[in-house]
């Protein structure tokens, strides 16, 4: 599977932001998709995640601004961002979690549960 983002740009802090992560190669309707976040220096952390179910998950600084959806016929998750702060300036990335079984959503913060990655859109957030 091939994964797409897009729709970083530039913004003022208070802004919003929708980023778009399209699948190719294979249906994603099964999968959880997740958005991560990579700022210079820093590592990449979690941001937010939705499951096949529409269980979405999100990290306490994105909780509240933040909303991921996912429209199945189009092979796309949807990362709407609002309230954007300096703070939330990075590289977004998308990517497929790759982890099965029960308890399988314990490493979602976890980059090395992922096994296919967006090649990353930038998000800045001018103050």
């Known amino acids: 599977v091939q994964l797409q983002a897009s729709g970083g740009g530039l913004v003022q802090e208070g802004g919003s932001l929708r980023l778009s992560c399209a699948a190719s190669?294979?249906?994603?309707?099964?999968?959880?998709i997740s958005w991560f976040r990579q700022s210079p220096g820093k590592e990449r952390e979690f941001v937010a995640a939705i499951t096949w179910r529409n269980t979405s998950y999100f990290t306490d600084s994105a909780k509240g601004r933040f909303i991921i959806s996912r429209d199945n016929a189009h092979n796309t998750v949807y990362l709407q961002m609002s309230m954007l702060k300096p703070g939330d300036t990075a590289v977004y990335y998308c990517?497929?979690?790759?982890?099965?079984?029960?308890?399988?959503?314990?490493?979602?913060?976890?980059?090395?549960?992922?096994?296919?990655w967006g090649q990353g859109t930038l998000v800045t957030v001018s103050s």
């Open positions: 990517a497929r979690y790759s982890r099965t079984g029960t308890g399988y959503l314990v490493e979602l913060g976890s980059t090395s549960s992922y096994d296919f």
């Open positions: 190669g294979r249906t994603f309707r099964t999968d959880t």
